[in-house]
């Protein structure tokens, strides 16, 4: 951070000898005193991860982030802001603020493959493995499991205003009150009786209900339980929510009534249960949601799918699954608990607080703040399990089904798939400072410059060339099947697979500070800010590269590359079949890019927390500010009367864009300084 970047607003201080211009407060004491600051981490640098586009490659940062993602492979969109939730059986989905579609979890069943032309979404409900979204124009759009019709949404369906999705069944509630149904209608859930107008639906496993707007209820479909048994003189109903077997009903009066089975106690309502604004029901379970913002739950708890987490507060609505629950709370974030196994809990901050990140074909690794590991996506050669007890980690890689993490004390760990020795760590490799992984094979660089390499030796990229025995090595990288390394001197030396000629390094090239390697391109970035490129260039994956100013990171996937400006934005050229050279077009603020098999990564900077004065809280010994920040994650207020020892004054979560703290302990200082900080993960 230098001077001319630092943003004054971070810090104030509390001058007796001038207390009109601001209330007692002016902006730092002098130029000294921001000079003073250099260097500090008066404000973490908050950073997200954005994917479009498929495959493998590595991201580091020595900030935290959190990861966004569409493409082939999919990263969820964390909805910082969320509008709607809602459960199915290992899945979770979430309208955000700008009515675009966000689903994490279970992908078996093509959950997450959102239809491209989806429209702007008013409401979304899931089945077990499908999903249901009502658009603004009143259609309806579905996708997931589809094998008994479930999807397939009647022609001509319009109007309408609600979903609701069981088993393998779907309804929909129109304007007008008429209620259609599709899927699987073996009990007859899919065909509702002649009914009067209805305002309001829900679908169980195999069954289905609905509120006439007299306020009474009528359920259809499998009853071995009773769960269409709808109690005599039940009225005033406002909702209604199904479970496997059993069924519920909220009246208007905050009542909860419950019918059908009862093995795990579902439909035993808690006697003092009052004041409830809304009902859940999964497998064997209830769940409800008081005026106050609190939940309740009863039943199996087979999953812990009934331990509501302690504090949770400021709910307004509740989704619940076959064994899960999610909350949505006033501030537009997630909480999930239950039945976790596909990731169907792991609230949205699951991918918040990355440093790093590593990408393979089908698998994802994300080094986190406290330098742990985790790892998602498809784990049949075993990439995904991370080695129990794993810490220390300063770096990731991802290769094609393999992946490799480094320790702080210069270790290499390897797991996944090993068919070409990739994960035989070779033994005394110890102080190493950088890793990279291949298609299936492995770089490593040590703290003296030495290179090693080891894995699939049939093109020889897992082996060192005898040329580079005794050369300091200063930066390396590796494509699928070739390897490329900058030298001391600023040349680079490349060996491998060299079908396109992605070995044949430029005569003359010098002053290289990065080098990238595809499939069968290679990239290398001068320090003049230009791009060197060579190998395979059947997409423009080179050729376009160098026309290219002002780059300060390139990337290389197996048929496309990615450059980072001096301004924050990304370019990428090349093939782009899956959309991995479609950069997003509101993309700014990126720090840091990669690029893999066939998608491409981006680190974007958040907007900085900044301490802002309200100017009308001044208040005798207290100081009052404002923290502009993103909302939902953790922070610090410290002070410092010396910019060396920094005092926590409160821990706080932004609940909004400005939250209101203060330190009302300065009567007996002349000048304290403040600065914000992200709480440490």
């Known amino acids: 951070m230098d001077i001319k970047s630092f943003d004054p607003r971070v810090y104030f201080s509390r001058d007796s000898q001038q207390v009109c211009s601001r209330q007692g407060y002016r902006i730092g004491k002098s130029l000294e005193d921001l000079e003073r600051a250099k260097g500090l981490p008066s404000v973490s640098l908050l950073c ?60 078996s069943a093509g959950q997450k493959s959102i239809p491209h032309s989806i429209g702007t979404i008013v409401s979304i409900r899931s089945g077990y493995q499908h999903l249901l979204g009502v658009t603004q124009k009143g259609t309806i759009v579905a996708w997931g499991l589809n094998n008994v019709g479930q999807c397939n949404v009647p022609a001509n369906l319009e109007d309408v205003i609600d979903v609701a999705g069981g088993q393998s069944h779907s309804i929909a509630l129109k304007k007008d009150g008429a209620i259609v149904g599709w899927g ?30 007299n306020g009474t209820v009528r359920a259809w479909g499998k009853n071995d339980s009773g769960q269409c048994n709808v109690p005599l003189g039940l009225t005033n109903a406002m909702m209604v929510a199904g479970g496997w077997d059993h069924s519920l009903a909220l009246t208007s009066n905050g009542i909860v009534i419950a019918w059908g089975g009862n093995e795990s ?86 991918y918040h607080f990355l440093i790093g990140l590593g990408a393979g074909d089908v698998h994802w690794l ?10 998602w996506g498809n784990n ?73 390499a080891w894995g699939d030796t049939s093109y020889g990229a897992g082996l060192v060339p005898r040329t580079l025995r005794n050369v300091k090595v200063k930066g390396a990288a590796a494509g699928r099947f070739h390897n490329l390394v900058i030298l001391s001197d600023g040349t680079v030396y490349s060996w491998g697979l060299n079908d396109f000629g992605q070995t044949n390094v430029p005569p003359g090239l010098r002053g290289v500070i990065q080098v990238a390697g595809g499939r069968a391109h290679s990239l290398a970035l001068l320090d003049s800010g230009r791009v060197a490129a060579w190998g395979d260039d059947t997409y423009g994956q080179c050729s376009e590269m160098e026309n290219l100013d002002g780059v300060v990171k390139i990337a290389a996937g197996e048929y496309h590359s990615a450059a980072l400006l001096n301004d924050g934005r990304v370019v990428a050229v090349g093939l782009n079949n899956h959309g991995q050279s479609s950069v997003p077009a509101s993309l700014r603020r990126v720090i840091k890019i990669a690029a893999g098999q066939a998608y491409t990564l981006a680190l974007v900077e958040y907007p900085r927390p900044a301490l802002l004065l309200p100017n009308s809280q001044y ?20 002070s410092t009367e010396n ?23 300065i009567s007996a200082v002349n000048a304290r300084f403040y600065r914000v900080v992200r709480h440490s993960e």
């Open 619 to 638: 208040l005798t010994n207290t100081f009052v500010i404002e923290v502009e920040a993103p909302t939902g994650l953790q922070y610090r207020l410290e």
């Open 48 to 107: 997200a991860v954005i994917l479009w586009g498929v495959g493998a490659c590595s991201v580091m940062s020595s900030e935290s982030g959190w990861a966004v993602g569409w493409g082939t492979v999919n990263l969820p969109n964390v909805p910082r802001e969320s509008l709607q939730i809602t459960a199915g059986m290992l899945h979770s989905a979430a309208v955000k603020i700008d009515r675009s579609i966000w689903v994490w979890g279970d992908n």
């Open 380 to 452: 049949g050669s075993g990439q995904c399990n991370v080695p129990e007890g794993l810490t220390n980690v300063v770096s990731v890689a991802a290769g094609a089904l393999h992946s490799v993490a480094l320790q702080s004390n210069g270790t290499v760990i390897c797991w996944g798939n090993n068919s070409d020795g990739q994960c035989d760590v070779p033994a005394g490799l110890l102080k190493i400072t950088q890793i990279t992984a291949g298609g299936f094979h492995n770089l490593a660089l040590e703290e003296n410059g030495t290179v090693y």
């Open 184 to 213: 699987a209608s073996q009990y007859g859930q899919a065909s509702p009786p002649m009914l009067p107008p209805s305002v309001a639906i829900a679908a169980g496993g195999n069954h289905s209900l609905c509120v006439l707007a």
């Open 265 to 350: 106690g579902q439909c035993d309502v808690p006697p003092s249960l009052t004041n409830i604004v809304e009902v859940g029901a999964g497998l064997g379970f209830s769940v409800a949601l008081r005026s106050d913002g609190t939940v309740v739950a009863w039943g199996n708890n087979i999953y812990g799918q009934c331990d509501v987490p302690p504090g949770l507060v400021d709910v307004v609505k509740i989704a619940v699954g076959v064994y899960h629950v999610l909350a949505l709370r006033a501030d537009g974030t997630i909480i999930g608990w239950g039945r976790n196994d596909a990731g169907q809990c792991d609230e949205p901050y699951t």
């Open 643 to 665: 910019f060396v020892d920094w005092v926590p004054v409160t821990n706080f979560i932004a609940t909004r864009v400005l939250t209101r703290i203060w330190d009302d302990n």
């Open 366 to 375: 994300g080094l986190r703040a406290d330098a742990t590991v985790s790892a």
